[in-house]
T-cell receptor
């Protein structure tokens, strides 16, 4: 089993749709969680950290469920510019801050 | 503006040649990392360095070497021993790798796409 596993993509949605991505992690000692966005042939960029109580940034909402060891990212009112690959990242604090990346979920928003 | 600079953006080499990828940061970050990304896979950690003159192997260090003689610089050498070197290589840095849980996340360079034929 992979340490961090994401929904297999791609997700093809129309503009204005709501889309949710899930990510599961295997190490219960993981402490920090992030979502990164990666555009085609570019470097990943931080989208948002994921806090225990859940957090929202505009159209984006991140949730953490420690009991079930998964995190989610919800995108509301999706835009064409949201098309990208979304990477789930988990930090293993018991290993000197090592970050584990999921394989990414590709989102394509169509007009 | 502070940031991480990787060069070159595209690199082509013949099989059997060593090649060095450059990574420079002016963010005053202590920790630097090298990742490799292959299509359909997540980023895999090659090497990382928490402080100057110290570095650790990541998950796929075989066939690679690094140095960290200066805080700003963390070059990666892809040696001829690396069996499948064609990939997208990403360098990253962060200011406080040891502190958590919501310490600063990784800042990435724009990557080097290496093709070995």
């Amino acid at each position: 089993r992979k340490e961090v596993e994401q929904d297999p993509g791609p997700f093809n949605v129309p503009e204005g749709a709501t889309v949710a991505f899930n990510c599961t992690y295997s190490n219960s000692a993981s402490q920090s969680f992030f979502w990164y966005r990666q555009d085609c042939r570019k470097e990943p960029k931080l989208l948002m950290s994921v806090y225990s109580s859940g957090n929202e940034d505009g159209r984006f909402t991140a949730q953490l469920n420690r009991a079930s060891q998964y995190i989610s990212l919800l995108i509301r009112d999706s835009k064409l510019s949201d098309s990208a690959t979304y990477l789930c990242v988990v930090k293993k604090d018991n290993q000197g801050g090592k970050l584990i990346f999921g394989q990414g979920t590709e989102l394509s928003v169509k007009p | 503006d502070g940031g991480i600079t990787q060069s070159p953006k595209y690199l082509f080499r013949k099989e059997g040649q060593n090649v060095t990828l450059s990574c420079e940061q002016n963010l005053n970050h202590d920790a630097m990392y090298w990742y490799r990304q292959d299509p359909g896979q997540g980023l895999r950690l090659i090497y990382y360095s928490q402080i100057v003159n110290d570095f650790q192997k990541g998950d796929i260090a075989e066939g690679y070497s690094v140095s960290r003689e200066k805080k700003e610089s963390f070059p990666l050498t892809v040696t001829s021993a690396q069996k499948n070197p064609t990939a997208f290589y990403l360098c990253a840095s962060t200011s406080d790798a040891w502190q958590g849980p919501y310490n600063s996340p990784l800042h990435f360079g724009n990557g080097t796409r290496l093709t070995v034929t």
